[in-house]
């Protein structure tokens, strides 16, 4: 009795192991494969644009304002649409590589919950590098896009569709490792 | 006297935290009345984005102030609750639900503490029966 060898004695041991090493490469998929938390992945790749209409920012402060952004202009190409705002800090920090990305692609940019005047502040900081700017100030355009938190950046094709989707601020590696190459195999 | 000091500095204390408690409870109810009981429904099965694992009910992010609004507004258009999950399903994905709905990916997250029951009952009822 005092000390009985047998299976049974460690069957909670074995079993609970085994429950943790099921849990562990479980999460290991999970980690690797889907949606790290930090960047979800966006449900509109391969997917046309929203069509939700975009009003340009009215950056010449004129009081009439009517005037929409029109993609279509830019459907014989890759291009990009860049979520961006004057208030966000991040998107002060990717404005460099937004410039750079602009000197191959055309990029449209869309003011998330900003006014006109700042977005013209900001710009004239950091420079403009879009062709276009919509103004989403009610935060609804985001939403249609599946934005959830400025800056975020996205491929559209020749097609329309959306290839894809950077969620917070562009750095040098992603630019480098990902849009780069999604660029030249379109040039090609 | 010291003694007397302390427990008039706890009671203080005490008093305080009460007191901030209800000041913040109060604070939001006033933030959330405008919304609808069914609007506060839904937005309590969907997840801030901003702030993960909290739902937009309690979350007072833009984001999630924006999505409130916009259920209302689906809600008023006519939209059903099952058309305002597909909604924000098809533009965030599953990932926005806090309920995470049963697919391939999930199966052994919604079915793997059954499992654990299973076997471990079978252990516990052998252990007790020798």
Redesign the interface.
Known sequence: MKSKFSITNFLPVILFSFIVIISGLVLYKLRSSSSPPSNITSQLIGKKIPEVPVKLANLNLNINNEEFLNFKNYQNQLFAVNFFASWCAPCRVEAPLIEDLSKIIPVIGIAYKDKDIDTKKFLEEFGNPYKKIGADSSGKIAIEWGVYGVPETFLINEKGDIIYRHAGPLLYNVFKSEILPLIKNKNQ | MKKQFCSILSICFLYITIISNITLAEEKNTQLNFLTNKTREIAQNIKC??C?NQSIDESNS??AK??KK?IEEKLNDGLDEDEIYTFL?????D?ILLKPPLNT?TI??WF?PFI?LV??SI?IF?FFKK
Request: without cysteine; hydrophobic residues 45%; aromatic residues 18%.
């Open positions: 984005l901003v993960q833009e984001l924006d999505l916009l399903r098809e533009r965030y994905g990932y990916n052994l997250l793997l654990i076997f471990s252990y052998k």
